[in-house]
């Protein structure tokens, strides 16, 4: 227990010195590189609580796609970060307010932990024992049976937004040609094919 609580500390203060330093870093690839070590420490404090599952998933999809994807757009983008700054005074009272509704939803949530401890915990499935079940099959048993209809709303509202990227960043450019499904499906043989009867030794 103690090497299991000295990891944990080790971890944990990792990760809060690694997220201070992502909005404290003025380069975003530092900044980039800082969330990646808070995924990594993420993870293993969910290897310390049993759950391997989401510290293999928080590192393959944040860590392996999402957090890779934007370091190199960082990188590839030539974006000056000195003038997106610029206008960052007229939206503090926005964020300011923003942070005091967050703070204040994390104020109730820590009272109503201490005030009663157990009311937290009501509207949760009952966690089966590790002896009789492995991690993933109790969150493959819980995600498909009784979560299975919000899954399905955010799988749908994941293919929604990208839809709608794709969309608003599709751009025609003029003169280049492009599949039409329906004249294609449209052609006859008579229209798309000519029969040239050609003498023998002049070709065409």
């Given at each position: 227990?103690?090497?299991?609580?000295?990891?944990?500390?080790?971890?944990?203060?990792?990760?809060?010195?690694?997220a201070f330093m992502v909005v404290a870093s003025r380069n975003p690839v530092h900044s980039v590189l800082f969330l990646i070590l808070c995924f990594f420490?993420?993870?293993?404090?969910?290897?310390?609580?049993?759950?391997?599952y989401l510290?293999?998933?928080?590192?393959?999809?944040?860590?392996?796609?999402v957090?890779?994807?934007?370091?190199?757009?960082?990188?590839?983008?030539?974006?000056?970060?000195a003038e997106m700054r610029?206008?960052?005074?007229?939206?503090?009272?926005?964020?300011?307010?923003i942070g005091v509704i967050l703070l204040a939803e994390l104020l109730?949530?820590?009272s109503g932990w201490v005030i009663a401890p157990g009311m937290l915990?009501?509207?949760?499935?009952?966690?089966?024992?590790?002896?009789?079940?492995?991690?993933?099959?109790?969150?493959?048993?819980?995600?498909?049976t009784r979560y299975i209809y919000w899954f399905q709303l955010s799988g749908l509202v994941l293919l929604v937004a990208m839809i709608g990227a794709i969309v608003l960043t599709l751009r025609h450019k003029p003169g280049?040609?492009?599949?039409?499904?329906?004249?294609?499906?449209?052609?006859?043989?008579?229209t798309s094919i000519e029969v040239v009867k050609v003498e023998s030794g002049k070709g065409l």
């Open positions: 227990m103690v090497l299991q609580a000295l990891f944990f500390y080790l971890f944990a203060a990792l990760a809060v010195a690694s420490n993420a993870a293993g404090l969910f290897v310390l609580i049993g759950a391997e510290a293999m998933l928080l590192v393959v999809v944040y860590v392996g796609a957090m890779v994807l934007f370091l190199f757009v960082v990188m590839m983008l030539d974006v000056d970060f610029q206008g960052f005074l007229q939206y503090l009272p926005i964020g300011a307010l109730m949530v820590i915990g009501e509207g949760a499935a009952p966690t089966p024992p590790v002896e009789q079940t492995q991690n993933i099959a109790a969150i493959g048993e819980l995600l498909y280049v040609r492009r599949q039409n499904i329906s004249e294609q499906v449209a052609r006859r043989p008579e």
